[in-house]
């Protein structure tokens, strides 16, 4: 099946800092979304981002689907960008959204 | 606007018991999905329901069973709890299978003893 990696696994960064997050995906996709996960467990819908790049905020997203690969940024983080964040995909002819292991993101004040 | 919406928040079950899960999504979705999600992973898909009248099965299908109840409502029932059954259960919403974005609703954590 689809390999969906995430990188790094863990970042801790302090409040104000900027910080890239990394997909990389094995097999050709039609769907990617972004989401965070935070320290109560809600999921959070972040961006639905199967090519070219979306802003929102402090946050954006850049997909290069040739390439299979997707990043996430952040800017000016706060405390409250901390959680988990997930790179989920669907590749081609399937229905069935896989997810990566997650970044784990602290921000200390 | 409520999304998605699951109940119980909360379940403590002994071995062998039985439970549904219920969700409810008011989007007008077509598309619902049944998740789990152990400590320090990622989701695992249990069951979706790519449209109405339609299941089918996810990575990790045994031990669970669904019903996709109408437009609105996908349940997720298990037969006979086993303690690799403990988790946090996530139902998810989307238009359509494939296109869109999805939406989660807030979990529910289960325990078995």
């Known amino acids: 099946g689809i390999q969906v990696e995430q990188s790094p696994p863990d970042l801790i960064l302090q409040e104000g800092a900027n910080s890239t997050l990394r997909c990389n995906f094995s097999d050709s996709v039609n769907n990617l979304q972004w989401f965070h996960q935070n320290p109560w467990g809600q999921l959070i819908n972040l961006f639905y981002i199967p090519s070219g790049t979306k802003q929102n905020g402090r946050l954006s997203a850049t997909t290069v689907a040739t390439e299979r690969y997707s990043l996430l940024y952040i800017s000016s983080s706060q405390t409250t960008d901390s959680g988990v964040y997930f790179c989920a995909v669907i590749i081609q002819g399937a229905q069935k959204l896989v997810f990566g292991q997650g970044t784990r993101l602290t921000i200390n004040p | 606007n409520a999304g998605v919406t699951q109940t119980p928040k909360f379940q403590v079950l002994k071995t062998g018991q039985s439970m549904t899960l219920q969700c409810a999504q008011d989007?007008?979705?077509?598309?619902m999905y049944w998740y789990r999600q152990d400590p320090g992973m990622g989701l695992r898909l249990i069951y979706y329901s790519a449209s109405e009248g339609t299941t089918d099965k996810g990575e990790v299908p045994n031990g669970y069973n669904v019903s996709r109840l109408n437009k609105r409502e996908f349940s997720l029932r298990l037969e006979s709890a086993a303690p690799s059954q403990t988790s946090v259960y996530f139902c998810?919403?989307?238009?359509?299978?494939?296109?869109?974005?999805?939406?989660f609703g807030s979990g529910t954590r289960l325990t078995v003893v």
């Open positions: 998810a919403s989307s238009r359509t299978a494939t296109n869109y974005g999805y939406t």
């Open positions: 989007m007008n979705h077509n598309s």
